[in-house]
Structures are given as C-alpha cells and as structure tokens.
C-alpha cells in the first residue's frame, strides 16, 4: 500500500491542525493505521492508532485529550486532528500501517513521506 500524508503546515500555539493520510495500492481497510513523530534530533515517537474498522484508537500520553485520530475507510483516507496545538508538536508527521490486528504496540509495515508540522510560540 502507498501512503501520502498532507495537511502540515505553520500554526501559532493553541490552534489546529487536520493531517490526511491517503492510501491507494491496497484495500486501506485490511490496516491498522498510525500516526508516528519525529522532531529534529530526537528520534521517531508514536502519536495514535487506529483498528481496522476505526472502534478502537489508542494514543501517547502527550497527544491524548488534544489529538483525535480517525478513518473513512471508503474514502481510503486517514486522519489525525490536532487541536490545542505546543511547541513541542513540532516534527515531521508520518502515517503508517500495518498488517497486524494490535493496536497497541503495531508493527508497521508500509510508511507515507511525512508532513511537517511546526507550532510557533
């Protein structure tokens, strides 16, 4: 499956972001989907993930309450809604899916570019 994500972009501390992750290649509902991070100098963290049909998500503490991820698996497009955004969000956004049933702890078998996402304060 190919994956390109957009939708990054320069917003000012507090506001909002909607990053998409369109899928082609494959069917994208047969995909766990996640959202993954990663700021310069530091490595690549894990922001949120979605089941396959979109009933369970799960999210890193940091993003949780303030991140909301989802699916429209007909549209083969994912999302990650980024409200009340920090600083420290800023990094290159990657979304990535995997083949697997966890949530939890997934491994990721196909990854989109990134998107950079930058938070001024």
């Known amino acids: 499956v190919q994956l390109q994500a957009s939708g990054g972009g320069l917003v000012q501390a507090g506001g909002s972001l909607r990053l998409s992750c369109a899928a082609s290649?494959?069917?994208?509902?047969?995909?766990?989907m996640g959202w993954f991070r990663q700021a310069p100098g530091k490595a690549r963290e894990f922001v949120a993930a979605i089941s396959r049909n979109g009933g369970v998500t799960y999210y890193a503490d940091s993003v949780k309450g303030r991140f909301t991820i989802s699916r429209d698996n007909a549209k083969n497009t994912g999302y990650l809604q980024m409200n009340s955004l920090k600083p420290e969000d800023t990094a290159v956004y990657y979304c990535?899916?995997?083949?697997?049933?966890?949530?939890?702890?997934?491994?990721?078998?196909?990854w989109g570019q990134g998107t950079q996402v930058t938070v001024s304060s």
């Open positions: 990535a899916t995997s083949r697997g049933l966890r949530v939890v702890n997934a491994q990721y078998d196909y």
């Open positions: 290649g494959r069917t994208f509902s047969s995909y766990v």
